[in-house]
């Protein structure tokens, strides 16, 4: 079995989160792009905010992507700049 990041390695689509958001300061619609990556057993999500977490090799890959988005999202929510639409 390979491991996560040999899986995250052999995606063919983008690897990023693009998350819709209203700019509280301008009332826009903005999209935030976070671009995911793993390095040394750990997987980021690095855009407007940094996000991260350690790989645990007992979980699949889609559970560690599910994590990581909704650690970007506790983001979001929890910043004075933006909104989830």
């Known amino acids: 079995m390979n491991t996560i990041a040999e899986q995250f390695a052999q995606i063919e689509k983008m690897r990023i989160f693009e998350i819709e958001v209203t700019n509280k300061n301008t ?3 903005e999209y ?3 671009d995911i990556s793993i390095d040394n057993g750990v ?4 855009g407007e905010f940094d996000v991260f ?5 007992n979980f699949t890959l889609d559970s560690h992507l599910d ?5 970007v999202l ?3 929510t ?4 933006y909104e989830l639409n």
Request: charge should be negative; glycine fraction near 4%; avoid cysteine.
């Open 32 to 34: 935030l792009i976070f």
């Open 43 to 46: 997987m980021w999500a690095v």
């Open 74 to 76: 506790e983001k979001i």
């Open 67 to 71: 994590y990581l988005y909704s650690d």
């Open 27 to 29: 009332g826009e619609n």
């Open 53 to 57: 977490i350690e790989i645990d090799e």
């Open 78 to 81: 929890n910043s004075d700049r």
